[in-house]
């Protein structure tokens, strides 16, 4: 069965990075783009960018760029998202999502389990 | 515009049906996907193109769409229907960017 299963929870400071982890299972890494959503303490959901786990190209939402990196490692199944210069807005939990499309269809079919970043000084 | 605008909450009764609108210009040319977020838990997909539930949803979930709304109903809904619900479709980019403010569901 498919799982994504992400890395734990972090506490960081204003101006630190953070690079949270998501490892992939029960189907081909390289075969569905990994997008990252976040969700503030009580607000809604927030796309933040995909990878392309075969190419390793990327897209980032305007909001993010220069300030988020994703990456992969098809070696181990696993997805990277390292959000710099952070601040106390970027508290969130942040989840990755495959996505699947297919014509007109397109969506997020299997979500990570979530992790809360922390950022207070 | 890539906003999707959905109404910030809504109520039915138990056992009632209930339908959630998502309103935005994309979605005249994009599908919605629907997405059932519980109170600490990851976003569950229910409902994604025309009308096309994953394995496991129970079928009083459905979608529809027509211009500029997607809407998702629920037929005879249960007390464990209660949670958040977003839509999701398509930004100006081709990215699937744009998220819905979500409807909390109550059900009386």
């Known amino acids: 069965q498919v799982q994504l299963v992400q890395s734990g929870a972090e506490v960081k400071k204003p101006g630190a990075s953070v690079k949270v982890s998501c490892k992939a299972s029960g189907y081909t890494f390289t075969g569905y783009y990994m997008h990252w959503v976040r969700q503030a303490p009580g607000q809604g959901l927030e796309w933040m960018g995909r990878i392309n786990p075969n190419s390793g190209g990327t897209n980032y939402a305007q909001k993010f760029q220069g300030r988020v990196t994703m990456t992969r490692d098809t070696s181990i199944s696993t997805a990277y998202m390292e959000l710099s210069r952070l601040r106390s807005d970027d508290t969130a939990v942040y989840y990755c999502?495959?996505?699947?499309?297919?014509?007109?269809?397109?969506?997020?079919?299997?979500w990570g389990q979530g992790t809360l970043v922390t950022v207070s000084s | 515009s890539s906003e999707l605008t959905q109404d910030p909450a809504v109520s039915v009764a138990l056992g009632q049906t209930v339908r959630i609108t998502c309103q935005g210009d994309?979605?005249?040319?994009?599908?919605a996907s629907w997405y059932q977020q519980k109170p600490g838990q990851a976003p569950v997909l229910v409902i994604y193109g025309k009308n096309n539930r994953p394995s496991g949803i129970p079928d009083r979930f459905s979608g529809s769409s027509s211009g500029n709304t997607a809407s998702l109903t629920i037929t005879g809904a249960q007390a464990e229907d209660e949670a958040d619900y977003y839509c999701?479709?398509?930004?100006?980019?081709?990215?699937?960017?744009?998220f819905g403010g979500g409807t909390k569901l109550t059900v009386l």
């Open positions: 999502a495959r996505f699947d499309s297919s014509g007109w269809y397109q969506y997020f079919d299997y």
């Open positions: 999701n479709s398509r930004d100006s980019s081709g990215n699937p960017g744009v």
């Open positions: 994309s979605l005249r040319s994009y599908y």
